[in-house]
């Protein structure tokens, strides 16, 4: 017997090396009824071996004949494959019917009107009611749950509620979206300027993308076309003076409507070496409450900030504050190289009960003040799906709390994580108010872009305070409109108050704003000329400013300084054609073009999603990452799913 133990673990060995030498690359691509689907995971089943399809919903992985593919997907119906002699698998994935994600809302005795309590939510699967009774406990304890029929179940028993609750399946009526009108036209003789922040922020696009893959029509006022449009780089050149960004602009015809003309103006924020960047003093501020039990949540949002860990540094420090019915520290300010004592802490966490947004929001700045780095990177990171239920819960309340805590000098990124009950309209006041930017993180490839790829541009500011101002020459425009920036909009007179707040800008960054532009002399259906009055008639001074279509002007504060710095520039009257614009204009203009189709837009004479495609392909360059590829193929699911009402 002695004697076989070891010639039996020399078996083993060899079949075990064997079956490694039989591996083979298996490779396909992974896609539903609308087209490929980027970010789902492939597993070789009963092993650790894994990977994930890319923007194309390609993949690879090393597996042997007979093992069996596993392709998994949120919301779909997850597909096993056994593998045969061929080295390539293409799948498609299906929605998965049975599948939803559901609102816990109560109603009183006689069922006659819901309850303004909100309790929680789960995942409702017909198939797995056990599993469904342990998720929904997980949120109020101590209700009795049973089934009444195949779409509801009832919960009955709790203090929190009275009578009988029903699950029901989540719609885009959980999610909130701040709601605004589309900038019209104005005169440059009536309203001499127009004013606005920046706004560097993508998860609008993000959430979109949602959206149309899921297959769900897209809420109106979800679409904030500048955050579509800042979503993708553009290549603008580095600044080459004393200045933080370079300034870029470029004037040719509208796409949409075809009379008019559109400026592009763009900002190319200056790339910061990684030797020089300061040290870190993050606080992530993670909402662990009951709403983020689900897959696209707290699982994710864990997986996310693993990325971000990842880019630490020795000199680096985080510490991490969660926040559900109460706030509290659960890991200490940390080195950022003692990676696995914070990814640890993080696989730690699990949730449950309400969610105090307020006392975590203001624990979390209470650690990053406490530990400051004088010159240094020091911001909170909120991770959340913005479902804020108690303490301060209002979008005022929150705007109140979070203008006060800016003052300390922290900065704010905002992660938003799930759907259903997802609350952007408390994500964007947060970031906007708090010298903050947002992205929405609809999958693990999306963070490793925020959070990997452009990490210095996310983490990093260069410019805080960032104003645009811009005066259009009434001798060509004679009307103008800002494309999206609805909300980021501020008075002539802000412009030099440096006590107004406005975007920050990140290492590397990039910003772009569109403006429409009627020429004198052309006849538009969207805007009615005005009569000269009195004292809006211009004096020829013997100034000639006949080459010039504007002059535009930048504010900016440095990052740690209190006073602003301003910067002139014209944008020349001469305009070219569409087909000699560059790429980069191209692809912007379908974007926004895009945009204002998902908003159904009244100022659009021409809304055919061919065109938009066919102009995103023209200005189809500098895409090593695939995400203007992704883009051409998020047109052909708007087609199904343009303009909503919310």
Request: aromatic residues 8%; charged residues 25%.
């Amino acid at each position: 017997m002695k004697k076989f133990k070891p010639f039996s673990t020399v078996l083993a060995m060899l079949i075990c090396f064997v079956s490694l030498a039989q591996q083979k690359t298996i490779t396909g691509v992974v896609s539903d009824a609308l087209g490929p689907l980027p970010g789902t995971t492939v597993v070789v089943k009963n092993t650790t071996r894994n990977t994930q399809t890319d923007f194309d919903g390609k993949y690879n992985i090393k597996a042997s004949k007979g093992e069996i593919l596993v392709f998994s997907y949120v919301g779909y119906t997850s597909k096993a494959v056994t593998v045969g002699n061929s080295t390539t698998i293409n799948v498609k994935l299906e929605s998965a019917q049975t599948l939803h994600e559901v609102v816990i809302v109560s109603y009183d005795d006689k069922k006659e009107e819901k309850d303004k309590g909100y309790i929680g939510k789960a995942v409702m699967d017909t198939k797995a009611r056990p599993m469904v009774s342990q998720q929904v406990q997980g949120y109020a304890k101590g209700l009795s749950i049973s089934q009444s029929n195949t779409n509801a179940i009832v919960i009955r028993g709790s203090k929190s509620v009275t009578g009988t609750t029903d699950i029901i399946p989540a719609t885009n009526d959980y999610e909130d979206y701040e709601a605004f009108a589309e900038n019209i036209f104005e005169s440059p003789k009536a309203s001499p300027l127009s004013t606005f922040s920046i706004d560097v922020d993508n998860a609008s696009y993000t959430n979109i993308r949602r959206f149309i893959n899921n297959g769900q029509k897209v809420p109106k006022d979800a679409v904030r076309i500048e955050e579509m449009m800042n979503f993708f780089k553009y290549k603008y050149p580095q600044p080459t003076n004393e200045h933080p960004f370079s300034i870029n602009s470029e004037y040719s015809d509208c796409p949409w409507n075809t009379n008019n003309k559109l400026v592009r103006i763009g900002l190319q924020g200056k790339n910061i070496d990684d030797s020089k960047l300061p040290a870190s003093n993050l606080v992530f501020l993670i909402d662990v409450s009951g709403s983020m039990f689900a897959a696209n949540k707290l699982p994710l949002l864990k997986e996310s900030l693993k990325v971000l860990v990842n880019q630490l540094r020795k000199d680096d420090r985080v510490a991490i504050v969660v926040y559900a019915g109460a706030a509290g520290l659960v890991l200490p300010p940390t080195s950022g190289d003692k990676k696995m004592t914070i990814i640890d802490a993080l696989d730690k966490l699990q949730s449950g009960g309400s969610t105090a947004g307020g006392a975590g929001i203001q624990l979390a700045y209470q650690t990053a003040k406490e530990h400051f780095i004088k010159g240094g990177n020091n911001r909170v990171v909120l991770a959340t799906d913005g479902d804020f239920n108690v303490g301060a819960s209002s979008d005022n309340d929150m705007q109140r709390l979070i203008e006060e805590e800016r003052k300390s000098g922290v900065f704010l990124t905002c992660l938003g994580f799930g759907m259903g009950n997802y609350k952007d309209s408390k994500m964007e006041t947060l970031a906007n108010k708090g010298n903050g930017n947002y992205a929405y993180i609809d999958n693990i490839q999306e963070a490793n872009r925020f959070l990997g790829k452009e990490f210095k541009g996310s983490m990093f500011a260069i410019a805080k305070d960032v104003k645009i101002q811009i005066e259009f020459n009434p001798t060509f425009v004679q009307a103008y409109r800002l494309i999206g920036y609805e909300n980021r909009k501020l008075r002539p007179e802000d412009f030099k108050n440096d006590e107004i707040d406005a975007g920050e800008l990140g290492s590397g960054h990039t910003v772009t704003a569109l403006y429409e532009i009627v020429p004198v002399n052309v006849k538009s259906d969207y805007f009615k000329p005005i009569e000269d009055t009195k004292y809006s008639k211009v004096e020829n001074k013997g100034v000639n400013y006949q080459n010039e279509l504007a002059t535009i002007k930048f504010r900016y504060k440095k990052p740690n300084g209190d006073k602003s710095i301003e910067m002139v520039s014209t944008i020349a009257s001469a305009s070219k054609s569409l087909n000699t614009a560059s790429d980069d204009y191209k692809f912007t203009a379908a974007v926004a073009w895009f945009g204002l189709n998902l908003r159904d837009s009244k100022l659009v004479s021409n809304k055919s999603l061919v065109a938009i495609k066919k102009l995103a392909k023209e200005g189809l360059a500098n895409d090593d990452e695939g995400y203007k590829a992704e883009f051409i193929r998020l047109i052909d699911g708007g087609n199904t799913f343009i303009a909503s009402k919310n």
